[in-house]
């Protein structure tokens, strides 16, 4: 990426969380490219990048669909690691899926040891109304609790699906400009010293 | 062009070869026939893609291994980019792998050692660290300082984690190295009860070792029941007893070999001793067999095995048998240079010299022995011919002694030596003929020796020597067939001596031989082209091929031009009719046919140029004696005709020649000239017409002819040569022309004036004139006479003869007209009538200047009266009526060609 000119947008990366078959990849899909599956297959890492914009301002989405399954659970710290913004996604029919977002959050601030990390608790699945299990109340107590947004959607209408992953890269952007703001005080005084003693050294 | 397309989903992002991508994207065709190029992590994957929608693509990974871009290219859009990358590994597959590949069992035994450090867990950071991006390694050589006899490597007993450390995060932040920590803590944790919980996910298989390890203890102690607790002793000695049996036989079987191998040896000894001492005896025998291949062989076989010998016996054995091949070596050599020998046959005996380590250059002394052979027998057939030639010449002496008076025998014993083969030309056909058959023997016999195909051992310089027996042999015979043909192209002095002379026979017989000899001399060197002869020794032949066929042509052309000659000899002087040329006897189509036949004889024989010769017309010299040759040729021709025209003048008719006055009886003079009956000649005046005609008709025609067939032989004479042959006959023409007028005019003009005064007549008479008088009629008859003669011949010549016979005339008309002193009237009408009537009569004929003369005469007439030269009129009318016949003769003749006079 280093070999493409510095005019390259800024690159967000969203990383789906949740249970196996609560609609990761359904959210992603129909966020990329509009597209609504029905066959449930099991994703183990897809990865998907595009240029979209941004409140007036083009950037690149990165999203990094990962696998619900207990089985890949290993290889999740390693994804967990580059993500910049997470989506935790449960399933409002499923009740299981609900407790299981309490596990993911704890994995991902174990990785990323940031309480601030852009979050978004998301239910799927808002279509299926009569099928709900786990109340919008419930759920946005959680929220609150964890201090983060709640919003709920549906892959298959599309509802807010937009909006979870805009909201998401919004906070990703405002972390960021933060963390500069920051860093550019300490951390660039801070290597500039580190050089100059090493060639005094 | 639309944007190319771009990948910007893929799923999965990682797996072995084989794993079912879905790729997602966008521009990826309108449908699947747009779709024409797929690469995975650089690996074609075309043949697997499945196209889906412009958005989707079904493929399967091919073997590419590590992160690689994922390039869809369609027919529109062109090769496209890539946001998202795929990762291919190379799954390893452990006994506890599950596998659709079915496992081969050797391996697995690799794998059983090594099932603690499965490959992809190598790849794993213990940490659960990403080593992405830390590309900057540190140096192992620091490593190794650092840290002596210790390594990264997770497997080994001296891990230092330390160095792992350093080496593979000695730039990772120490928060993620915390969390790292944590990591690790909680997999070492996780390992705890990952114990059970890998037996619970295989208790099947745990199960069923337990199942067979019961079943093996079972029989084991079954075993142990019945045969005792030491089941394996009574094994033991079994296989002791076998042991001891097993040797026993072998033993048995080797002294036996040993002793069959000692007998064997003793038997080859004695056979090698036995054919020693009876080697001479049967190389006696073998030689006198002819079976020299048979003792070559055995000698090289004896010379191998006792050469070295250093006992006595053998020695002497030895020394006999040497004895014995000595002599066959120069029994061969006598052989082989013996000649005449069959190449083939010099070919075996060089062998068989070689072979027996001669100590002869066998093969040099064949080619020495053979060029030899060529020499004598050049020389032995130049003396056989030679011999033939002296008894021939004797033989014509006796004859010429005995019947020298008699022309006849003269003209027979040419006849004889005309049918008889010259001699020289049997000894060029016979040089030619040995030639191309010894040859070619001695020139392969050097090429195999030189290529070593006969083994034999190449001296230095014998290639040189070679060439030179090669380009004598070649000279020697160009230079005696130059002897026998050609010796004018000799050098005189150095070579007469050399190869002998030759008497020549005339030209005449020589020339019918030459193109034979010709055809000889080309087998031949056709043949030695064929041997791929040095191209020195070809040109030597070449150059006499082109000398020789120069003095053949020229030989052939003097010979026509010697028959031309003696044409003037066969003039028949019957004049021909037909055809377009009327009036020409057979000479000029004689020669035509005598030039046409020998240039046709030039262009078989000579102007042909075959392979490897030069071509006669390339060379100046041959091109500058044709020219001449021919122009000789053709103008002997006109030597033929002018003596013919004019032999006679010096013959035994002059006293009958000279020109006869009394024209006054009207008889043609050659009445009686031709008293001489028995004479086959015309008269002179006929001949000179006759002549004249084939003269014109041979520089109009037959030249032409002549001239195009040179040309259409591809023979191109010089421009010159011909010119110089037309001025030649033109001038000829003109001569005869002249000579022919001079003949008929003179007497016929001389006869005018005294036929006018004949009978004292003048001009100033009284006598009315009746009629015209006679001297006009006597000249017109003349000039019928004249035309009559001329058309005989050729019509085509009356209007080139009459017109100057008219023009005399008119010219002495005018002359006598101005010498008149007086006229009376009567002369006047006289006068004015004959001229009139002549001039009308001679109209046809008559030139502008002959018109002009006429006009004059009347002009010095003095002129008449009206009334009184009606009298002219009259008598003109009357003339016209009287001489109607003679009239006719003359004008419609002009006018309506051949008409019976």
């Known amino acids: 990426m280093s070999k493409k000119p510095v005019t390259q947008p800024a690159l967000h990366k969203v990383i789906m969380v949740g249970s196996g078959g609560v609609g990761k990849s359904a959210l992603t899909l129909q966020f990329m490219y509009d597209e609504f599956v029905e066959d449930y297959e099991p994703t183990k890492a897809d990865s998907y990048r595009k240029k979209i914009l941004l409140d007036g301002e083009e950037v690149q989405i990165d999203i990094l669909d990962t696998a619900g399954q207990e089985d890949y659970a290993a290889i999740r710290d390693n994804y967990f690691r580059s993500g910049e913004g997470f989506l935790c996604i449960f399933s409002i029919t499923e009740d299981e899926s609900f407790q299981a977002t309490q596990d993911f959050r704890e994995q991902i601030l174990r990785v990323k040891n940031d309480e601030n990390i852009p979050f978004l608790l998301v239910g799927n699945k808002c279509d299926l109304e009569e099928r709900r299990k786990v109340t919008y109340q419930e759920a946005s107590d959680r929220a609150k609790q964890w201090g983060v947004t709640y919003v709920e959607t549906s892959a298959k209408t599309r509802e807010h699906v937009d909006k979870v992953f805009f909201d998401l890269m919004r906070e990703i952007r405002a972390r960021k400009m933060e963390e500069n703001k920051t860093n550019n005080g300490r951390g660039k005084d801070k290597n500039k010293r580190k050089k100059i003693k090493c060639v005094i050294l | ?901």
């Open chain 2, 1 to 901: 062009m639309p944007p190319p397309p771009v990948v910007t989903g893929l799923s999965p992002i990682e797996g072995p070869p084989g794993t079912r991508i879905i790729i997602r994207g966008e521009n990826f065709g309108t449908k699947s026939s747009d779709l024409i190029g797929l690469k995975i992590c650089g690996c074609d994957c075309l043949l697997s893609a499945e196209w889906k929608s412009p958005n989707k693509i079904i493929a399967r990974s091919g073997p590419g291994k590590g992160k690689g871009d994922v390039i869809v290219t369609t027919r529109l859009n062109g090769v496209g980019t890539c946001n998202v990358s795929f990762k291919g590994y190379h799954e390893t597959i452990g006994p506890m792998k599950e596998s659709a590949v079915w496992v081969e069992e050797a391996p697995l035994f690799v794998w059983g050692r090594h099932s603690l450090s499965p490959g992809s867990y190598q790849q794993e950071d213990p940490l659960g660290l990403s080593v992405e991006g830390n590309d900057k390694k540190f140096p192992e050589d620091d490593l190794l300082e650092l840290f002596p006899n210790a390594t990264g490597d997770i497997s080994s007993e001296n891990f230092s984690a330390c160095w792992f450390l350093l080496e593979n995060h000695h730039c990772t932040s120490f928060n993620d190295l915390q969390a790292g920590l944590l990591h690790l803590r909680r997999k070492v944790e996780g390992q705890k009860e990952g114990q059970l919980s890998f037996l619970k996910a295989n208790v099947g298989s745990v199960m069923d070792q337990a199942d067979t390890i019961a079943t093996l203890m079972d029989k084991f102690e079954k075993d142990a029941s019945v045969y005792g607790s030491e089941s394996t002793r009574k094994l033991e000695k079994s296989i002791k007893e076998s042991e001891r049996e097993a040797r026993k036989l072998f033993d048995d079987v080797l002294t036996r070999r040993d002793r069959a191998e000692k007998t064997r040896n003793a038997l080859n000894v004695l056979a090698r001793f036995r054919f020693l001492f009876c080697l001479p005896c049967v190389i006696d025998r073998n030689i006198r067999k002819g079976e020299y291949d048979i003792v070559i062989n055995d000698y090289t076989r004896v010379k191998n095995l006792f050469n070295k010998s250093e006992v006595p016996v053998f020695k002497t054995a030895l020394s006999e048998i040497e004895k014995r091949v000595v002599g066959l070596q120069k029994m061969l050599h006598d052989k082989l240079q013996k000649m005449p020998i069959p190449i083939e046959e010099q070919k075996r005996l060089i062998r068989y010299l070689v072979n027996l380590d001669a100590p002869y250059e066998p093969a040099w002394d064949a080619i020495r022995s053979y060029s030899n052979y060529i020499n004598l027998r050049f020389k032995q057939c130049y003396e056989e011919h030679k011999a033939g030639e002296n008894a021939v010449a004797e033989e014509l002496c006796k004859m010429k002694n005995s019947q020298s008076a008699s022309k006849y025998s003269k003209f027979n014993s040419s006849y004889d030596s005309l049918n008889a083969v010259p001699e020289n030309i049997l000894f060029v056909e016979d040089l030619c003929q040995l030639l191309s058959e010894l040859f070619p023997d001695l020139w392969k016999l050097g090429q195999s020796y030189f290529t070593g195909e006969l083994h034999a051992n190449v001296e230095v310089g014998h290639q040189a020597n070679f060439k030179n027996i090669v380009m004598t042999i070649i000279d020697l015979f160009c230079k005696t067939l130059r002897s026998a043909v050609i010796p004018h192209t000799l050098d005189k002095n150095a070579d007469k001596a050399l190869v002998g002379a030759w008497t020549i026979p005339d030209i005449d017989i020589i020339a019918l031989w030459l193109p034979v000899c010709l055809r000889y001399i080309r087998s031949t060197y056709k043949i030695l082209i064929k041997l791929d002869l040095p191209s020195e020794a070809l040109d030597i032949i070449s150059t006499f091929i082109l000398d020789f066929k120069l003095y053949c042509m020229s030989v052939l052309l003097k010979q026509t031009t010697e028959q031309v000659r003696q044409l003037s000899s066969q003039e028949n002087w019957k004049i021909e009719f037909a055809g377009t040329h009327s009036g020409i006897t057979e000479l000029p189509i004689e020669f035509e046919e005598l030039v046409q036949t020998v240039i046709r004889l030039i262009k078989e024989s000579v102007l042909t140029t075959e392979q490897r010769e030069i071509s006669l017309l390339e060379n100046a010299n041959a091109q500058k004696e044709l020219d001449k040759q021919v122009e000789t040729l053709l103008s002997s021709f006109y030597s033929v005709l002018k003596s013919l025209a004019f032999q006679d003048d010096e013959s035994g008719y002059n006293e009958d020649h000279s020109p006869v006055v009394s024209q006054l009886i009207g008889t043609p003079i050659t009445a009686y000239r031709n008293h001489d009956a028995n004479n086959h000649i015309p008269i002179w005046e006929c001949r000179l017409l006759t002549t004249l005609s084939n003269c014109q008709y041979t520089n109009n025609t037959v030249l032409v002819h002549i001239s195009r067939s040179f040309t259409m032989n591809g023979y191109s004479l010089s421009k010159l040569a011909i010119e110089n042959v037309k001025t030649k006959f033109t001038s000829l023409e003109k001569a005869l022309l002249d000579a022919y007028l001079e003949h008929k005019s003179d007497p016929l003009v001389g006869t005018i004036e005294p036929s006018m005064y004949l009978g004292r007549f003048d001009w100033d008479t009284n006598n009315i004139p009746s009629d015209i008088r006679p001297y006009a009629k006597e000249c017109i008859n003349n000039l019928i006479h004249v035309h009559s003669e001329v058309y005989t011949v050729s019509p085509s010549l009356v209007e080139s003869v009459l017109p100057q016979v008219v023009q005399t005339i008119a010219e002495e008309l005018f002359r006598l007209m101005s010498c008149v002193k007086k006229f009376s009237l009567a002369g006047i009408q006289q006068a004015r009538a004959d001229i009139c009537a002549l001039q009308e009569i001679l109209l046809p004929y008559s030139t502008p200047k002959a018109k002009t003369f006429f006009n004059d005469a009347l002009d010095i007439i003095p002129s008449l009266e009206k009334s009184s030269s009606t009298i002219i009129e009259d008598i003109l009318k009357q003339v016209r009526v009287r001489m109607r016949l003679q009239i006719l003769c003359l004008s419609s003749s002009a006018l309506n060609g051949p008409v019976i006079t």
